[in-house]
């Protein structure tokens, strides 16, 4: 075998090519086009979005779905910001569609940003994202990035203690809130599972049903952006369990997709409910585990408004890695070029 031939090997110029590089923070995915995307149209974030959605959704499926990714890749699309002062933009995707935010992706974006030189190392790292301005701090140690905290967009909380009837699982009370997406926040106990692997499962089957259940049966609006207005995902809160955390949350969202770490956006709603309920002070800390049991932390960093609500600008930090870099290749021949999903 020549190995060193099947190296240099080169696939024909007109299937794609499309270079990534993947990373995980907490141990859920990041898949980062570097390459191989042309400049996405539009004066707005949510205009490039749109036009991601119409235009570029055969590759999200091909990059995010087997059998390049799996069931439960993530990934992003850096582009150019679209205010003066921003350091870039990003439309992530996932096995649904383009998400509006993801808070472990920006995590793990400016993670690899800063280590690969993508961007030019700095202290702040301004990010246009569908639902608004992120403002992102890396922290170094040793001259690697340790982690990257950022300030969310404003985060409210639209219902507290609301209920809906949800087939084979009854009444279920909820929180619902927005922390870059609306979610709603059930207590795992009420459906009777834990937040643990052993009920993957069982999770993703029960987030389906709520989360449907809450679409049917009310409204969620936006209060400036119609795009934004829909549920993203059902989280499942838990009591922690190790010491120096508060709380275990598993965020079901997209398609049956099950977030591996704490879940940047949702962390985000959560400490405007724990703020709403008066158990959450301004700047201390709310630590939250994942299922897997890595941690974010969350934390109030001030008030504010936004429309009509009462909202707080939430901080929410954690730690990314870099697993590889490579070119993922799309022959045209091949009939499952844009990916399948098997679960």
């Known amino acids: ?28 995915p990041l898949r980062v086009v570097t390459a191989g995307v042309d400049p996405i149209p539009g004066d707005t974030i949510v205009a490039k979005r749109t036009w991601a959605r119409e235009h570029l959704d055969e590759l999200r499926r091909g990059l995010m779905f087997e059998p390049r990714g799996h069931a439960d890749m993530y990934g992003a699309v850096v582009t150019e910001p679209v205010r003066p002062d921003g350091d870039l933009g990003v439309l992530f995707m996932h096995n649904e569609g383009w998400s509006t935010m993801c808070g472990h992706g920006i995590i793990a974006l400016v993670t690899v940003a800063i280590e690969t030189h993508m961007l030019v190392s700095r202290d702040v790292v301004r990010i246009d994202t569908p639902a608004g301005r992120v403002t992102a701090r890396p922290k170094r140690e040793g001259g690697h990035v340790a982690s990257v905290a950022f300030e969310n967009v404003p985060s409210f909380v639209l219902d507290l203690d609301g209920t809906v009837a949800v087939p ?47 679409m049917t049966q009310r409204s969620i609006p936006h209060p400036f952006e119609s795009e934004l207005s829909f549920l993203y995902g059902t989280i499942f809160t838990g009591p922690a369990r190790e010491p120096g955390a508060q709380a275990r949350n598993v965020c079901v969202f997209a398609d049956g997709e099950v977030d591996r770490s704490p879940t940047g956006t949702g962390v985000s709603g959560r400490v405007a409910i724990e703020h709403a309920r008066g158990r959450l002070a301004i700047g201390a800390p709310f630590v939250v585990e994942s299922i897997i049991g890595t941690r974010f932390v969350g934390r109030v960093a001030r008030e504010t408004t936004f429309g009509p609500h009462r909202a707080v600008v939430p901080e929410v930090e954690g730690s990314a890695w870099i697993n590889g870099r490579g070119e993922l290749w799309f022959d045209p021949r091949d009939p499952l070029r844009g990916g399948f999903i098997l679960r």
């Open 1 to 28: 075998m020549d190995v060193a031939r099947a190296r240099a090997w080169k696939p024909p110029d007109h299937w794609r090519r499309v270079s990534v590089i993947d990373a995980h923070a907490a141990g859920e």
């Open 168 to 214: 084979s699982l009854g009444t279920i009370r909820y929180d619902l809130a927005f922390g870059g997406a609306f979610y709603a926040y059930v207590d795992v106990a009420q459906v009777g599972l834990e937040i643990d692997a052993k009920d993957y499962r069982g999770l993703i089957d029960a987030g389906w049903r709520i989360k449907r259940a809450v």
